[in-house]
């Protein structure tokens, strides 16, 4: 994979002081963790649509699903000017081959959910997402997209890095060559982390490579990755690791002694209650695979993880 996994970014959230008043939202967790395995493309639709630093705050108002930006104090709609901003933004943002986007919260450009959305009467309701945000997600419906607010709770944050780094994984395993045997081996790599997430798409997807020699080249990749994103959507569990781990443990079947398959049942099942981190049942497979030289098991990456997806099984 190569170093550096190109990622956009509200400005503000790198510490540019961008924001209506002038002042910034840095968030530390993002430069100096993530961001030392990726290269930000920042953006912000305020001061790149041509609006002054300070400004006038602006609010959404009207019905949440098309509402209106208009400037809180003097009520000025500015939002047919920000809409065709967007739409030139997200064809400049096809060029980066961006692997996700990261957007400030409760923004009226850029908030994912939960954006208040004023009406009449100046009464809010948090049912609105920013226009930036809403036309990036219509434009890139499968990048990962997060937001900041819920970066601070550890299994959006998990879940989100997981699905960065396995859609840079699928354009990487192409190798700027689309065949079935590159599909095929990447379905190979990943068939225990898809499982980790969603045992129903572990299956679908299951079908569709088998059935792989049946169905046009496009049409093949178009669906497996709609399937691979809606996949990593959903987080793994307690419930879902330890099913992993139970069809792990099918491998070493007729190679465990009595005494190592029992200490790989009474770790995973430590795991299942909740009180020890995965990574300490992933450890002791990793040993066994090492030992009998398991080579479905050698190329997993849910056993072999990037460096950064590996701090996230550190956890109960």
């Known amino acids: 994979m190569k170093t550096f996994i190109k990622f956009g970014i509200s400005s503000c959230l790198l510490g540019e002081r961008v924001r209506w008043n002038s002042d910034h939202r840095l968030e530390r967790s993002l430069t100096d963790t993530l961001g030392k395995f990726v290269e930000y493309v920042p953006a912000c639709p305020k001061v790149e649509c041509g609006f002054n630093i300070p400004r006038e705050p602006f609010r959404l108002v009207g019905d949440p699903n098309s509402p209106r930006l208009i400037t809180s104090r003097t009520k000025q709609d500015h939002t047919d000017r920000m809409i065709q901003w967007v739409h030139k933004r997200v064809r400049e943002l096809e060029k980066e081959e961006l692997s996700g986007f990261i957007f400030k919260s409760n923004s009226p450009t850029s908030g994912m959910e939960r954006v208040k959305v004023y009406n009449e009467t100046g009464i809010s ?6 226009i930036f945000a809403r036309g990036f997600m219509g434009h890139f419906p499968l990048l990962p997209v997060e937001e900041k607010g819920r970066l601070h709770d550890p299994k959006p944050r998990e879940n989100f890095i997981e699905r960065i780094f396995t859609l840079e994984r699928w354009r990487e395993g192409l190798g700027g ?10 379905h190979t790599k990943h068939k225990m982390l898809i499982l980790s997430h ?3 798409h572990h299956r679908v997807m299951g079908k569709l490579v088998a059935q792989a020699k049946d169905i046009a080249l496009k049409v093949l990749y178009e669906q497996y990755q709609k399937l691979l994103m809606e996949a ?22 007729k190679q465990l002694s009595p005494d190592e398959k029992q200490a790989l049942l009474e770790i995973s099942d430590l795991y299942r209650q909740g009180s020890i981190p995965l990574i300490v049942p992933i450890t002791l497979v990793n040993h066994y695979e090492r030992k009998y030289d398991q080579p479905h098991l050698k190329e997993q990456y849910y056993l072999h993880p990037h460096s950064l997806e590996l701090q996230l099984q550190n956890h109960a």
């Open 198 to 200: 969603s045992p129903h």
């Open 125 to 130: 309701e948090k049912k609105g997402v920013g």
């Open 177 to 186: 060559k689309v065949s079935r045997g590159n599909l095929v081996d990447f």
């Open 232 to 253: 990593f959507r959903l987080r793994s569990t307690l419930k879902k690791n330890t099913n992993v781990l139970m069809h792990i443990v099918g491998y070493f079947r």
